[in-house]
């Protein structure tokens, strides 16, 4: 009974069934679009084969046009295991190299972002001038200004891990202004009529009701926030022709047709990413619970 | 002791000026306890914001204790209870009380000390670690009350603070506000919209009608000050609800139906 339980609470309750399944149907989708994909390939560099024989060859090309996931997390165990961290060849590094920027720049963003939110909110011309300006900022591509930046900041000096902390900046601020100014104005007319019958002063009016109000829209925010910094990052390793970083490492990949390169990048970016959100998603739910709001 | 002389009060809304309150006149002497009522519209809750500095007249004269409506708030003349609790729900019973203590900047054995007297006062002993979603409506606005009371403003000022809560809770705090109301000899202004409520709690009862929001009649109360539920039915309490009630008719009477 208690086995079935189990297994009806891991099919209705949980989401571990589902994901999987999803998962399923993808990886058979994928190998299915690899043959057709990589058949080509397979006919140029080997003659007289049978069906199965090319489409089991289709799978494990050396640089195939869509490799597969086993090639992917081959290369990926490869790169992260069995290589020296400070190795050039190291996933880890490259993907340290990354993780800074994207860090760096989320800190930025989010002190930006509160900072502007905080004018908005407690001045009238900022409030009527600022926002068309912070949401301009991003219907310019970001691969349009990315460039720009690297260089202008390369030409007095500048490079390295600034100029990409100043892009993922860039696109993670956005998310925190809308956010905060939506928290900071969370509270009802009550409570602000309240604090003024305590003759509270707008220092008080902050930090005792608007910023506490603001917490659940700031980890929202945080959440969107940092996963535009780390695309920030990796869109900033692209145009300045850098040497390390996951960015740097898809487009080596490019130059030199190394799909698999390319595709293990990608997937550490998207693990980087998922990990990143996650960690706050916990630090989100320890905090709510801390402050009671969420029960 | 509040004055109100000549008080008028209009909005500027995207419709045109509002006249929420017309030539209002009234005083309250130390010690009242003062009903407005009045259907939606009659200007009870903007008076009583008013007195709180919450709103500017824009002619005549408020003073509270002898200052203008923006001193008597600096100087903590009076607490004020909103329709809703308003308690922040980060914050335990204890915490939220001790929010207007924090800002007025009290010592901590004192903030103790008032924080202990007040949920005395309310009858919250027990619920002081509790948060406000695990409390009752009745126990959050008597939270609301115990914050409101914290400081000892001689004032309290209540905008329908039962208007939210079913009739046998709001009776029950009905009576404890009266009690309250006996213990620490407060002044207080009560707006709300139940006859009945209006006659049980006050020793003066003013109504007032709308469009423009003004006083059709102030009824002293004739009801000795200590009460129970049960003078409801006496004869006494039922002629007063009467004239409440024609008074609160008179003043639709110049209205097109």
Same mark, same amino acid.
């Given at each position: 009974m208690k086995f079935f339980n189990l297994i009806y609470s891991l099919f209705f309750r949980s989401n571990f069934f589902p994901?999987?399944?999803?998962?399923?149907?993808?990886?058979?989708?994928?190998?299915?679009i690899a043959i057709p994909m990589n058949t080509e390939k397979v006919e140029r560099k080997f003659k007289n084969l049978n069906s199965t024989e090319k489409i089991i060859q289709?799978?494990?090309?050396?640089?195939?046009?869509?490799?597969?996931?086993?090639?992917?997390?081959?290369?990926?165990?490869?790169?992260?295991? %069995?290589?020296?961290?400070? #190795?050039?060849?190291?996933?880890v590094y490259h993907g340290w190299i990354t993780l800074?920027?994207?860090?760096?720049g989320f800190f930025l963003g989010t002190v930006l972002g509160i900072l502007l939110a905080l004018g908005i909110v407690h001045n009238k011309a900022m409030d009527l001038s600022l926002m068309p300006w912070v949401i301009a900022s991003q219907t310019v591509p970001i691969l349009a200004i990315a460039p720009m930046i690297i260089v202008v900041m390369n030409s007095v000096g500048v490079t390295g891990l600034l100029p990409k902390a100043i892009i993922s900046m860039y696109l993670s601020f956005f998310p925190v202004v809308v956010g905060m100014v939506k928290g900071l104005r969370s509270p009802d007319q009550i409570q602000i009529d309240q604090m003024r019958t305590w003759s509270a002063s707008s220092?008080?009016?902050?930090?005792?009701?608007? %910023?506490?109000?603001?917490?659940?829209?700031?980890?929202? #925010?945080?959440?969107?926030?940092?996963?535009? #910094?780390?695309?920030?990052?990796?869109?900033?390793?692209l145009p300045s022709g850098a040497i390390a970083g996951l960015g740097a490492r898809?487009?080596?990949?490019?130059?030199?047709?190394?799909?698999?390169?390319?595709? #293990?990048a990608l997937f550490a970016a998207a693990f980087l990413a998922a990990f990143l959100v996650i960690t706050i998603n916990f630090i989100q739910n320890y905090t709510l619970k801390k402050m009671a709001i969420l029960t | 002791m509040i004055s109100v002389k000549d008080v008028d009060l209009i909005f500027e809304t995207n419709d045109g000026p509002v006249h929420a309150l017309k030539d209002v006149s009234l005083e309250v002497e130390e010690g009242d306890f003062v009903s407005f009522i009045g259907p939606s519209g009659c200007g009870k809750t903007t008076l009583l914001r008013a007195i709180a500095a919450?709103?500017?007249?824009?002619?005549?004269?408020?003073?509270?204790?002898?200052?203008?409506?923006?001193?008597?708030?600096?100087?903590?003349?009076?607490?004020?209870?909103?329709?809703?609790?308003?308690l922040y729900p980060w914050r335990t019973v204890e915490g939220n009380i001790k929010l207007p203590l924090e800002i007025m900047g009290y010592s901590q054995t004192e903030k103790k000390e008032r924080i202990q007297k007040v949920i005395e006062l309310v009858e919250l002993k027990g619920f002081e670690k509790k948060f406000p979603w695990q409390l009752s409506g009745g126990m959050q606005q008597r939270a609301s009350i115990a914050r409101a009371l914290a400081f000892d403003?001689?004032?309290?000022?209540m905008d329908e603070p039962f208007g939210a809560l079913d009739e046998i809770v709001r009776d029950r705090l009905n009576s404890e506000l009266l009690d309250l109301w006996m213990q620490t000899k407060k002044t207080i202004c009560f707006v709300t919209h139940s006859i009945p409520e209006a006659v049980f709690l006050s020793t003066k009862i003013v109504v007032m009608s709308p469009r423009p929001g003004r006083i059709t009649d102030v009824i002293k109360s004739t009801l000795p000050n200590k009460r129970e539920l049960n003078i409801r039915d006496s004869q006494e309490f039922i002629k007063i609800a009467q004239r409440v009630r024609e008074g609160l008719k008179s003043g639709h009477q110049d209205e097109v139906l």
């Open positions: 994901i999987v399944f999803i998962l399923t149907v993808i990886g058979i989708f994928w190998y299915l289709s799978w494990n090309l050396e640089k195939p046009k869509l490799p597969t996931p086993h090639q992917i997390v081959k290369e990926i165990v490869n790169t992260v295991f %069995f290589k020296k961290i400070s #190795s050039k060849r190291s996933l800074e920027a994207t860090l760096a220092n008080q009016l902050l930090w005792k009701l608007r %910023f506490p109000s603001s917490v659940p829209y700031l980890f929202a #925010s945080l959440k969107v926030g940092i996963a535009a #910094s780390l695309v920030g990052a990796i869109v900033g390793e898809m487009l080596a990949g490019t130059y030199y047709g190394q799909t698999i390169m390319i595709w #293990s | 919450l709103e500017i007249p824009t002619k005549g004269h408020l003073t509270i204790n002898g200052k203008s409506p923006d001193d008597a708030r600096i100087d903590r003349e009076y607490g004020y209870v909103f329709q809703a609790a308003g403003a001689n004032i309290l000022l």
